[in-house]
């Protein structure tokens, strides 16, 4: 045996204690024969030799301490095996010389005791058992041959048979080895399957998608959690129409070749589900589940991440010609030359201001500040103070907005984000109005759970398209042509930054939008600000 098999090998017990249950069964059969009458047996002459039965019960013994030592006591396997051989050889070679010698046939027994012992033996022990059989074999049929029992030529046939034993061992041990090397092969295969399962497995539980395995049937085989949450509870042989019976029907008809779907899953949040058929024999398809809100926001974020690399470079480049155009033009301004030097003045003032403005939006949405200075604000007092100043810059007339915020309300915001979030929306709402008395309502009322403050800022204008609901918070879509499509982008980052939502609520006319904020203690937004921020 080589040193790679040597240091493989292991103790073939189950094989052995098969080995020793055919030894037991050759033990009983040849303990019959030699009880039954010399007329039935005559061509064995059992009966002839007055001791054989009690070699016979003797062997019969052996073997059967044998069996139990290899099913009890596990130990010393090439001891166990090499007794049991030997113990084989001297009772065949018993049995020959009482019957005869190698013409009796009882030589053949060793063959298979030999190949048996060949199969699940260690090394150079087979041929010391094929050495051991031959020897034994010689000697028996030399005894008898000088004791005149056996015929001379009779020498012969104990040569071949004992040649036979050591082909017969040495091609079991052969075939042994095979065996050994394809089991150490399946081993590491079978080892190399269960770590690749095992990481496979992980990945998937891992996975920021959901997976499913369904069978030709529609019952779910295996899932991940994130397919758990997004459909509820999936255990194996669940029908997938009792949790998702959009993807369930079109599972079924396969021979539309559908590659996705979008569906509505457990929360109401929409997913997308795409299918891959299998090359498994039981026809299995995999079902991977993606949620759209996740992937808009991916593609978001990478967005601006892109926009955040272009910022910073060209902000330097815009702002330096902007403060030169603008510092020209007021120069330009102290020389009076007519009306028309004025209205040129006034559009480059204007455009430059415009300019400077869409400088600054871009550099806030690539730079998406922290909060810094959260604090438990009095609606009424910031409102109040937020509409005296936006009316003087604006210059608009402060009848155009009906306001209701009550005096115990309040909220955890940074003031300067809530100030910025308050002149956008209203300054879009004053904007696509039709601009009289209460046309703007700008009203606040506490939440449904008493924990958090809702802001509602409604108009009067034509409101907003339903294909462009879902794109009014996306950055750079406006619908006004002097906008930077920046407003509600910016307005929405900076009300998640500050632990509160910014959503448009459906109305049949006007625009409505709602901020929501929360009213717990500012220490707690503190810190889950600045988790969130970090």
């Known amino acids: 045996m080589s040193d790679w098999l040597s240091s493989t090998w292991e103790a073939s017990w189950r094989p ?106 260690r090394g150079r022990l087979v041929l010391f058992y094929a050495a051991l059989a031959t020897l034994a074999t010689l000697l028996t049929q030399i005894y008898g041959i000088l004791e005149h029992k056996f015929d001379a030529a009779t020498i012969v046939q104990a040569g071949f048979l004992s040649a036979g034993f050591f082909a017969t061992a040495i091609l079991a041990r052969l075939l042994g080895q095979r065996l050994m090397l394809n089991e150490e092969l399946a081993r590491q295969r079978g080892e190399s399957l269960e770590n690749q399962s095992r990481i496979s497995q992980r990945v998937v539980e891992r996975m920021q998608d959901g997976v499913l395995v369904v069978d030709r049937e529609g019952c779910v085989q295996r899932c991940n959690p994130i397919a758990e949450k997004m459909l509820g509870d999936l255990p194996v042989g669940a029908r997938l129409a009792d949790h998702a019976l959009a993807l369930a029907e079109i599972l079924m008809r396969r021979r539309e070749r559908v590659a996705q779907i979008e569906f509505s899953g457990l929360d109401g949040q929409m997913l997308q589900a795409r299918f891959e058929e299998t090359t498994s024999s039981a026809g299995e398809v995999l079902i991977f589940l993606e949620d759209i809100g996740r992937i808009r926001e991916q593609a978001q974020q990478l967005k601006l991440a892109s926009l955040g690399r272009l910022t910073a470079s060209i902000a330097h480049e815009i702002r330096n010609p902007l403060s030169a155009i603008g510092h020209a033009g007021e120069l330009l301004r102290e020389e009076r030359r007519g009306d028309i030097h004025d209205r040129l003045l006034n559009i480059l003032g204007e455009n430059v201001a415009r300019l400077d403005r869409i400088v600054a939006d871009v550099l806030e949405l690539g730079r998406r500040e922290r909060v810094q200075q959260i604090e438990q604000l009095s609606l009424a007092e910031v409102c109040a103070r937020f509409l005296e100043h936006f009316w003087v810059s604006e210059g608009l007339d402060p009848k155009i907005l009906e306001l209701d915020v009550p005096g115990d309300l309040t909220i955890c915001f940074d003031p300067a984000h809530l100030h910025q979030i ?101 220490q707690q937004l503190v810190a889950k600000g600045v988790r969130a921020a970090n």
């Open 16 to 121: 052995f204690q098969y080995f020793n249950f055919y030894r037991l069964l050759l033990a009983v059969l040849i303990l019959l024969a030699a009880l039954l009458p010399e007329s039935q047996i005559s061509p064995f002459h059992l009966a002839s030799f007055s001791g054989i039965r009690w070699v016979v019960l003797a062997y019969l013994s052996l073997v059967f301490g044998g069996l139990l030592l290899a099913i009890f006591w596990r130990h010393r396997f090439n001891t166990q095996l090499s007794s049991q051989v030997v113990t084989d050889v001297f009772f065949v070679n018993f049995a020959m010389f009482a019957l005869g010698g190698v013409g009796s046939g009882m030589g053949t027994l060793l063959l298979v005791s030999l190949a048996a012992a060949s199969l699940v033996g």
């Open 422 to 522: 308050l002149w956008n929306l209203l300054g879009n709402a004053v904007r696509h109005s039709r601009g009289a008395a209460g046309s703007v309502r700008f009203y606040a009322c506490a939440g449904a759970n008493g924990e958090r403050v809702e802001l509602h800022l409604a108009d009067d204008g034509a409101g907003i398209p339903e294909a462009d609901r879902e794109q009014v918070f996306e950055p750079f879509f406006t619908t006004h042509h002097k906008g930077t499509g920046l407003g509600l982008f910016i307005a929405r980052e900076l009300c998640v930054a500050n632990g509160a939502n910014l959503d448009l609520l459906p109305a049949t006319s006007g625009g409505h939008f709602v901020i929501s904020g929360r009213t717990e203690s500012c």
